[in-house]
C-alpha cells in the first residue's frame, strides 16, 4: 500500500515539474506583468483628425460627459484620442492627375475649433493625446492604389477630406506598403525620416512630443519601433501582439509572440495591452465595457476600451447614442467598481514602470493569488493542472492568499473561493 502511494506520488511530482518546465515562459511572464491593486478605466479613442467643424461639437460633448464622471480621487475619466496629423489634399492630388501626394495639415488656422476643443481638454484633464500616425496609410501606397484604382480616385473626389475610416483596411495600415498583396516592407531609411518627421509635426501642432503611440490597424516592425523609441516615444498600445505584414488576403500577420502589460520592446519603449472593446455604433452596450472592466481587474490588469471616431461622428442618431451610452458606461463602472481609477494611458505606463505603489500591488500573497487567477485562463495549462493533479496544490495555494486580500477595492472584484 505504502510502496503504491509512493510511486503515485512520485509519478504525480514529476508530472507537474515536467509540466512547470514546460509552461516556463507563461509562467514568468504572467509573473512579470504588473498587478494592479485598483481597477483602472481608460477609453482609447482612434482616429480623430482633420475634420468637419461637426467632429469638435462632438468631441466638445464627449468632454463634457467625461468631465462629469470623476474617481475617488477626484480625476474625471479620460479618453484618450489617437490623432492623425493630416488628411490627404484631395483637390490637389486631382489637379495634379494622382502623381503627387500632398497633405492637409491639423493647423489651427484651418481647424480653430478642432484644436481648441482638443488643448482645452487635454488642459482639464479629459483628453491626453497619443500619436496615431502623420496619416492613417502610407502616402506612397495610397498614392500607387489611386493611380491604378478608380474606387480610390472616387475617395479622392468626393470631399477635400476623405474618411480614412472608408479606405480598404490593407491601405489604412501605415507601417507597410500594401498597394498589391502580400504586403511589402518598407525601406528602412524611409520609416526613419517618416517616424522623425510624424513626431516633429505632433511636437510643433501641441506643444509636447508623442509619448504614447497607437500604430494604425496595429502593424509596424521593430525598425518603426526603434525609431520611436529614439524620438522620445516611452509606450506602444498593442492589441497582445505585433502585426508586421498582410497577407495575400489582406489578414493581418503577426510577428514573434504575445504582448503583455510593461512588456519591453526594442529601445527600452514599453507595451500596454488594449484588447477590450467600446463601439456604440455596432451595438456595443455599456454592459459590455463593464464585463471587461470586472475581467481585466480580476486579473490586476487596466481596462483599455478601444473605441474610435466613427462611433461618435458619422449618423448623428448614432452618434447621440454613442455618447449617452458612453455616459452609462461611465455612471455604471463608478457604482459597479468602487476604488475605479481614471487616468490616461500615459499616466498608467509611468506609474506601472515606477512601480508606484498606490497602484501596483508589492504584497507577495497579493501577487500570488492573481497570478494564479491568470494561469486560470491559460486553457491548456488549466486542463493539464486538473489531469496531473496539480490543482489541488494550486487551489490551496489560492485559498491561503486569500487571507491576505486586505484592500476593499480588489476583494470587489475578486471573485468568491476559486
Ligand atoms: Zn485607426
Known amino acids: 500500500m505504502g510502496l503504491i502511494i509512493t510511486i503515485i506520488l512520485g509519478v504525480s511530482f514529476a508530472a507537474w515539474l515536467l509540466l512547470i518546465w514546460h509552461y516556463r515562459r507563461v509562467l514568468y511572464a504572467l509573473w512579470r506583468e504588473p498587478v494592479l491593486r485598483h481597477p483602472v478605466l481608460t477609453i482609447e479613442s482612434d482616429d480623430w483628425g482633420p475634420g468637419p467643424k461637426s467632429d469638435a461639437q462632438q468631441l466638445h460633448r464627449i468632454a463634457q460627459v467625461l468631465a462629469r464622471h470623476r474617481d475617488g480621487h477626484g480625476h474625471a475619466a479620460v479618453m484618450t484620442l489617437g490623432m492623425v496629423l493630416a488628411a490627404p489634399d484631395a483637390r490637389r492630388i486631382r489637379s495634379e492627375n494622382y502623381q503627387h501626394y500632398h497633405r492637409v495639415l491639423l493647423v489651427p488656422q484651418r481647424f480653430p475649433a478642432l484644436c481648441e476643443v482638443m488643448q482645452h481638454g487635454v488642459s482639464s484633464g479629459v483628453f491626453a493625446l497619443q500619436l496615431h500616425g502623420m496619416e492613417h496609410y502610407w502616402p506612397p501606397a495610397l498614392m500607387a492604389a489611386a493611380r491604378g484604382d478608380t474606387a480610390i480616385q472616387r475617395w479622392l473626389e468626393g470631399d477635400d477630406l476623405p474618411r480614412t475610416e472608408e479606405l480598404p483596411s490593407h491601405l489604412q495600415s501605415r507601417w507597410i506598403d500594401a498597394v498589391a498583396l502580400p504586403s511589402r516592407p518598407i525601406d528602412a531609411v524611409e520609416i526613419k525620416a517618416a517616424v522623425r518627421e510624424e513626431v516633429e ?16 490597424t496595429f502593424v509596424w516592425n521593430e525598425t518603426v519601433e526603434r525609431a520611436w523609441a529614439a524620438a522620445g ?69 487596466p481596462t483599455l476600451l478601444e473605441t474610435h471616431r466613427f462611433n461618435f ?56 493569488g492573481v497570478w494564479l487567477l491568470r494561469l486560470r485562463e491559460v486553457p491548456r495549462l488549466y486542463k493539464l493542472a486538473w489531469l496531473t493533479g496539480v490543482i489541488v496544490p494550486a487551489s490551496l495555494l489560492f485559498f491561503v492568499t486569500r487571507f491576505f486580500r486586505a484592500d476593499a477595492s480588489v476583494k470587489s472584484v475578486l471573485p468568491a473561493a476559486g
Open 233 to 301: 516615444v516611452e509606450a506602444i498600445v498593442t492589441p497582445g501582439q505585433r502585426y508586421e505584414a498582410r497577407d495575400r488576403d489582406g489578414m493581418l500577420v503577426a510577428g514573434g509572440g504575445m504582448i503583455r502589460n510593461g512588456d519591453s520592446g526594442v529601445g527600452e519603449v514599453r507595451y500596454v495591452v488594449r484588447d477590450d472593446y467600446f463601439e456604440p455604433a455596432l451595438g456595443h452596450a455599456a454592459e459590455k465595457g463593464w464585463a471587461a472592466l470586472a475581467i481585466k481587474s480580476r486579473a490586476g490588469r
Open 201 to 216: 509635426t505632433f511636437s510643433a501642432l501641441f506643444g509636447q512630443p508623442p509619448r504614447i503611440v497607437v500604430p494604425p
Open 313 to 368: 461622428s458619422g449618423d448623428p442618431d448614432i452618434a447621440e447614442a454613442a455618447i449617452l451610452e458612453l455616459d452609462r458606461l461611465l455612471a455604471g463602472a463608478l457604482e459597479r467598481f468602487p476604488g475605479l481609477m481614471f487616468m490616461s494611458t500615459e499616466q498608467l505606463v509611468r506609474r506601472m514602470c515606477a512601480v508606484d505603489a498606490e497602484l501596483v500591488e508589492t504584497g507577495l500573497m497579493r501577487r500570488v
